[in-house]
T-cell receptor, first 112, second 113 residues
Framework: QKEVEQNSGPLSVPEGAIASLNCTYS??????FFWYRQYSGKSPELIMF????GDKEDGRFTAQLNKASQYVSLLIRDSQPSDSATYLC????????????FGTGTRLTIIP | DADVTQTPRNRITKTGKRIMLECSQT?????MYWYRQDPGLGLQLIYY???????NKGEISDGYSVSRQAQAKFSLSLESAIPNQTALYFC????????????FGPGTRLTVL
């Protein structure tokens, strides 16, 4: 079982709709959870991090964490064509060591 | 100017050649990382360094070595390049807090023929 799993997609969402990206992780001791966005051929850039159960909102983005289910998601409201990218989920699995373990990413396409 | 820079940005080399990828940062971060990215495999950690005197192997360190010349510089070497090391390589830095953001360089696209 991979430590961090994501559906590779592609996920196609109409412009203006809500895009929902999901990630599961295997280490129950995981402490911090990150969502990175990566445009093709570019470097990953941080969108959000979350470490407490529940929702965290930042503009059009909402991260949701459920530690009991070992599940973290990213919602993108009012999706725009510029949101088309690969979204990487990353988890700090070993508190005190602060190494990020990345999922393989979900490719999102927003259809105008 | 970019906070994390990588040189070269693109490199084509031949099997068996030694090659060095360099990373420099102006963010003042202690922690630096080297990742490789292959299509469909996500980012895999090669080596990481929490300070100048601390070097640690990541998931896929075989065939690679690193040098932390200063707080701001972290180099990755392929002693004898092989074709399956063809990939996109990223350097990243972080402050080293419990909840931490990693900042990535622009990447080096390496092709080994």
């Amino acid at each position: 079982q991979k430590e961090v799993e994501q559906n590779s997609g592609p996920l196609s969402v109409p412009e203006g709709a809500i895009a929902s990206l999901n990630c599961t992780y295997s280490d129950r001791g995981s402490q911090s959870f990150f969502w990175y966005r990566q445009y093709s051929g570019k470097s990953p850039e941080l969108i959000m991090f979350i470490y407490s159960n529940g929702d965290k909102e930042d503009g059009r983005f909402t991260a949701q964490l459920n530690k009991a289910s070992q599940y973290v998601s990213l919602l993108i409201r009012d999706s725009q064509p510029s949101d088309s990218a690969t979204y990487l989920c990353a988890v700090v699995s070993n508190f005190g060591n602060e190494k990020l373990t990345f999922g393989t990413g979900t490719r999102l396409t927003i259809i105008p | 100017d970019a906070d994390v820079t990588q040189t070269p940005r693109n490199r084509i080399t031949k099997t068996g050649k030694r090659i060095m990828l360099e990373c420099s940062q102006t963010k003042g971060h202690d922690r630096m990382y080297w990742y490789r990215q292959d299509p469909g495999l996500g980012l895999q950690l090669i080596y990481y360094s929490f300070d100048v005197k601390d070097i640690n192997k990541g998931e896929i360190s075989d065939g690679y070595s690193v040098s932390r010349q200063a707080q701001a510089k972290f180099s990755l070497s392929l002693e004898s390049a092989i074709p399956n090391q063809t990939a996109l390589y990223f350097c990243a830095t972080s402050e080293g807090l419990a909840i931490d953001t990693q900042y990535f360089g622009p990447g080096t696209r390496l092709t080994v023929l």
